[in-house]
């Protein structure tokens, strides 16, 4: 009945993905009080900050950073060069490509006349079961609430999610779209490439944006 996903389905069944073997690799840094399941990989050069929790069949490829408190669900995939700051929260079969950011401090400035004072971003990120997110794209933690990415949601390589934004479930951020604070999105939303949109902006169920 539909072609496209018959292939897919076939793609999965016959080129499946490879899942190194469990363990730490010896080059990974550890904090003790960090949980690591059994089943899961940490490859080389990783480094695990304390009290986070990497779930069951995990995999953790080489110079991945999880800060502290940081929560991992299970079947998650890392890719290279990750970085996930403290205090995030990824679900269950997250896939997160090379050289993405997960935390960083949102853009919050106010100015007293003199210079640009910060504002201490102290929020977090919450990142829904069966997420993907492409490669060197950036999710800022919350100033003080959370910025959330709903499950099923597909994200682009090289988007800018800033603080406080929350994305509905089963949406398509296609590459370079830039999305500014606490902008909402519904479900099934689509944003196609090079969109922006400014702050505190609501998006409905269903709605498309067409590209920049």
């Known amino acids: 009945a539909n072609p496209k996903v018959a292939f897919a389905r076939i793609l999965q069944t016959f080129s499946p993905e490879p899942t190194p073997p469990a363990g730490i690799h010896p080059s990974a840094v550890v904090d003790p009080s960090a949980s690591v399941d059994p089943s899961a990989h940490v490859g080389p050069q990783c480094t695990i900050?304390?009290?986070?929790?990497?779930?069951?069949?995990?995999v953790l490829r080489g110079n991945v950073h999880i800060g502290a408190t940081v929560s991992i669900g299970p079947d998650t995939r890392i890719f290279p060069n990750v970085t996930?700051?403290?205090g995030a929260n990824i679900g269950e079969r997250v896939r997160i490509h090379s050289g993405t950011t997960i935390g960083a401090d949102g853009y919050?400035?106010?100015?007293?006349?003199?210079?640009?004072?910060?504002?201490?971003?102290?929020?977090?990120?919450?990142?829904?079961?069966?997420?993907?997110?492409?490669?060197?794209?950036?999710i800022d933690r919350g100033a003080l609430g959370t910025t959330r990415?709903?499950?099923?949601?597909?994200?682009?390589?090289?988007?800018?999610?800033?603080?406080?934004?929350?994305?509905?479930?089963?949406?398509?951020?296609?590459?370079?779209?830039g999305i500014a604070g606490s902008t909402k999105?519904?479900?099934?939303?689509?944003?196609?490439g090079q969109a922006g949109l400014t702050h505190h902006v609501s998006i409905g169920d269903g709605a498309v944006i067409g590209g920049g």
């Open 149 to 177: 990415i709903g499950k099923g949601t597909r994200i682009d390589n090289q988007v800018q999610i800033a603080h406080n934004v929350e994305i509905g479930e089963h949406c398509l951020i296609v590459a370079q779209v």
């Open 49 to 58: 900050e304390a009290g986070a929790t990497i779930g069951k069949n995990c």
């Open 185 to 192: 999105l519904g479900n099934f939303v689509t944003i196609a």
């Open 84 to 86: 996930i700051y403290p």
């Open 108 to 138: 919050g400035y106010v100015f007293d006349g003199k210079e640009h004072v910060k504002i201490p971003q102290i929020g977090s990120v919450e990142i829904g079961d069966d997420v993907e997110i492409g490669a060197n794209t950036t």
